[in-house]
């Protein structure tokens, strides 16, 4: 079970009146039956009721709900389950009529279409973004608050003193500098945006359990505590970006690898590109030194562990229009997180003078991410810039306030952070601060400390797509390229004039080292300034005819900055590479539809490679399983029996060439191998790995470790390979926090678990776990078509609303499953026409 270790003494009703069967004459046994009867009232809802508390991105819920359940009687009695359902039926927002808000300058129009898309049209910009945020609220306000929780540091006074040292990392990494600059480094009406959006907020926030109003969000009601108002400054959060640039975690597992193996072998393990050394300074002690230090920095959009964030998963293309059947530019885009319900992202149209712009976001945020207005459109995969240095700073042993820098002893700077904790006394935190940033650990005779580009006026994650969503043509998209710092973004354009490109942007500290590894904090590892924009890589109408990413490596070998050495794999690029060539060559003209069966492609390259390394193992004789595999055509499919073979002999092949190149003593360290590796390895099989005769030796590693993957398959599947299929074993499902509760739980909250082609490695990329269940992919996808905006496709999994027994809540997780899309409607004419709701909000007097 996902959860906090909680405090025995924070077990009972958040709001303080702790409950005792005994003294309120209740027998145990009745209040065993009780509790046993909540689970009952909750899964009357099953898939349809309260499933937005959200287990993937925001699992904390969990510990939450469960700390307040397992006391807190609900208002069951006699009628049970009804109750229940009628309190969700009593928190649903009201999406029709008219409703008078405070706040407000004029009338705002909110048209919610079939698939509950809300088209927000106002009469100027306060009320376009103060709508935004009331309407965000009616449908994600649960998943918001704890969003904003998180980045604040302000768990604690929800979940107790066991999300104490979460807060304090959040507290630590904290924006500190000049507001002004904060604000205007997005564009220069940030500000006013920031608080017309919060306000809008808030606004609904005071509508619940007013007479005409809706009630509280029964996320709310099941944890026990209220949503809190909003501030424009909850929207600078840095967590939610932080998840993004994970390089100080990688930091301290190199050390960790070059304290047991030394630099050399330790570099030789890692997929380092372009090809580097690690370079330890001389005379630093790594020992240590590990990623468990930094188990409690996470980012806003993870769960309370602290998994490797690794680099996370995008797909994205533009298509000129000399290669298309409109002859206008296409672009497609698939932005690959934690699979989590609710979705991680947020569409809306946003229509007021000055605005037209479509697409998705995350709910705490204003504006588009990503999407199109009415002339240009874009999408993003991340760029594998490394924006952290962590710097071991030794201590005074005299006094453990100072640390040695060039110039002699310097005293850390120290805030004092108070903490409220529920159901318990509030405490003081000292947070420490070196010139390089905030101290995550220390042992008394060093310090970590962390310098990124989150300290940096302008990085609170996506805010730039303020001046993007305005953007006209390719000069005004570079012009919002320079503010986008943080998450470091691959963004591909198109316009209606007929232009592609591509923009790999962020805030990119310059550096003489390699950045792979801790440094001392004696002054001689110092950055530089940042690599100007416009030397990070881009290109405009490329000869080619596209541009495509997919997170692979985007400088040139002989780039002249160290700005990252870890990237993805690039099969998934190469493959959307290969689509878009052949096509191209063949003078076959790209369509919507050609671009929905490429984002769901699941043709594996690293399947293909190693089915024809198994075809010379095997020579003139292969194996049933072998034959199997020859005579598949690489494509990862639910029922292909080939697929659930490959999978599970890669694993094989994994765990074989992790105990041949790494030493026993550091696998606890580095667990696993990229595909890639493992493939050059069998492609080029060395000595050092495969021992005097390495070719043979390859050979047999093969067909044994095939061997023992047809034994496990048939274990698992049974014995006639016909009715072996990936998809009885890659699976998904998208969890309700409660099912941790009791056995009966997982089946009645869950939905699930869905069968699931792919793999990390294809085009339509479903990243799993050690169990194949899939954990990180794309909820959501877009194809926007600059031809005609109407003809534009999307979907976002498992649907737009959080709120329980919503129709909107998980209507479009068949579609998703299926790989098939919904209409992204833009035209005045068509929103209107496609329009199943309208919500009229009106300006009210203050009280």
Request: proline fraction near 7%; hydrophobic fraction near 40%.
């Amino acid at each position: 079970m996902d959860s906090l270790e909680l405090d025995e003494r924070i077990m009972e009703p958040i709001d303080g009146a702790s409950f005792n069967a005994a003294e309120a004459g209740e027998s145990p046994a009745k209040h065993a039956r009780s509790h046993r009867f909540c689970s009952y009232a909750i899964s009357a809802l099953r898939s349809r009721s309260i499933r937005q508390l959200n287990r993937g991105t925001f699992g904390i819920c969990l510990s939450l709900v469960l700390s307040v359940i397992v006391s807190f009687p609900l208002s069951l009695g006699a009628d049970g389950p009804p109750t229940l359902v009628a309190q969700a039926k009593a928190a649903l927002a009201v999406t029709s009529g008219h409703v008078k808000v405070a706040g407000l300058r004029g009338p705002v129009r909110v048209l919610r279409d079939r698939w509950g898309l809300a088209h927000i049209s106002a009469l100027n910009q306060h009320d376009l973004f103060f709508a935004q945020g009331f309407v965000a609220a009616q449908d994600r306000l649960f998943q918001m608050e704890l969003w904003k929780r998180s980045g604040e540091g302000r768990l604690t006074e929800v979940l107790g003193p066991s999300a104490l040292n979460r807060d304090v990392s959040a507290r630590l990494l904290r924006y500190r500098g000049d507001m002004q600059a904060e604000y205007e480094s997005y564009s220069p009406d940030t500000k006013e945006i920031l608080e017309a959006f919060t306000a809008g907020i808030n606004a609904y926030i005071a509508s619940l359990n007013a007479s005409d109003g809706p009630g509280v969000p029964l996320e709310f009601q099941l944890a026990g505590f209220r949503p809190s108002p909003w501030n424009p400054e909850d929207c600078l959060n840095r967590m939610a970006a932080y998840s993004m640039t994970g390089n100080a975690w990688s930091e301290l597992l190199d050390a960790q690898l070059v304290s047991q193996l030394g630099a050399k072998q330790a570099s030789e393990l890692l997929d380092f590109d372009p090809r580097v050394s690690l370079d330890p300074a001389p005379d630093l002690d790594l020992t240590g030194l590990s990623p468990e230090l930094l188990k409690n920095l996470v980012g806003s959009d993870t769960r309370i562990e602290f998994p490797h964030p690794g680099i996370v998963g995008s797909n994205n293309w533009a298509v000129s229009g000399a290669l298309t059947r409109s002859g206008k530019p296409l672009l497609a885009n698939d932005p690959h997180r934690v699979i989590a319900e609710p979705s991680l992202r947020y569409m809306v149209h946003l229509k007021a003078p000055g605005w037209d712009v479509i697409g998705a976001g995350e709910p705490g945020l204003p504006g588009v991410a990503l999407g199109h207005n009415q002339y240009i459109a874009w999408g993003f995969t991340i760029f594998g810039l490394d924006q952290h240095d962590l710097y071991v700073e030794t201590l005074n042993p005299a006094d453990r306030l100072q640390y040695k820098t060039s110039s002699g002893w310097e005293r850390m700077r120290v805030e004092h952070e108070r903490f409220v904790i529920r159901d318990h006394d509030s405490v003081q935190v000292d947070l420490k601060f070196t010139r390089h940033g905030p101290v995550l650990w220390e042992d008394g005779k060093r310090a970590l400390a962390l310098r990124w580009v989150g300290s940096e006026p302008g990085t609170a994650g996506y805010l730039a797509s303020l001046a993007l969503d305005r953007a006209r043509n390719w000069t005004d998209f570079e012009a919002a390229m320079a503010r986008w710092k943080l998450p470091s973004e691959n963004i591909v354009y198109a316009d209606t004039q007929g232009n592609i490109g591509e923009y790999s942007t962020g805030l990119a500290p310059i550096r003489s080292w390699t950045g792979l590894l801790p440094v001392p904090g004696d002054g001689n590892y110092e950055w530089s300034g940042f690599v100007p924009n416009q030397a990070l890589p881009h290109s405009f109408n490329p000869p080619a005819g596209f541009v495509a990413t997919a997170n692979h490596k985007m400088i040139p070998d002989d780039y002249p900055y160290a700005v990252g050495y870890e990237w993805a794999s690039p099969y998934r690029f190469r493959r959307i590479s290969d689509v878009l060539s052949q096509a191209r060559d063949r003078g076959r003209k790209l369509t919507v539809q050609d671009m929905e069966m490429l984002q769901t492609d699941v043709l594996s390259l690293p399947a293909l490679e190693l089915t024809n390394l198994l075809r010379t193992a095997s020579g003139a004789r292969p194996s049933t399983a072998a034959k199997l595999l020859l005579r598949w055509d690489g494509m990862l499919m639910r029922n292909s029996p080939a697929a659930a073979l490959y999978e599970v002999w890669l694993k094989e092949l994994r765990t074989t060439v992790l105990d041949r190149a790494v030493p026993q003593t550091s696998r606890q360290i580095l667990r696993e191998l990229p595909t890639s590796f493992v493939l050059a390895q069998l492609s080029n099989p060395t000595t050092t790995v495969f021992g005097a005769n390495p070719a043979i030796e390859r050979d047999r590693v093969i067909l044994e470790t095939l061997e023992r993957a047809a034994s496990e398959l048939t274990k698992l599947q049974g014995p006639d390979p016909g009715n072996w299929a990936w998809g009885r074993l890659h699976t998904v499902r998208f969890r309700h926090p409660l099912d941790g509760l009791d056995s009966r739980a997982e089946s009645l909250f869950d939905s699930g678990p869905l069968s699931r082609p792919g793999d990390e490695n294809t085009v339509n990329a479903t990243g799993f776990s050690g169990s194949f269940e899939q954990v990180s992919g794309a909820s959501y996808r877009e194809i926007l078509d600059t031809s005609d905006w109407d003809q534009s496709r999307v979907v976002n999994a498992p649907g737009q609303s959080g709120q329980p027994l919503s129709p909107h809540y998980s209507d479009l997780l068949s579609l998703w499953d299926d790989g098939r899309y919904l209409p992204l409607f833009y035209t005045e004419q068509s929103v209107h026409r496609e329009a199943v709701q309208t919500l009229v909000l009106e300006p009210s007097q203050q009280r």
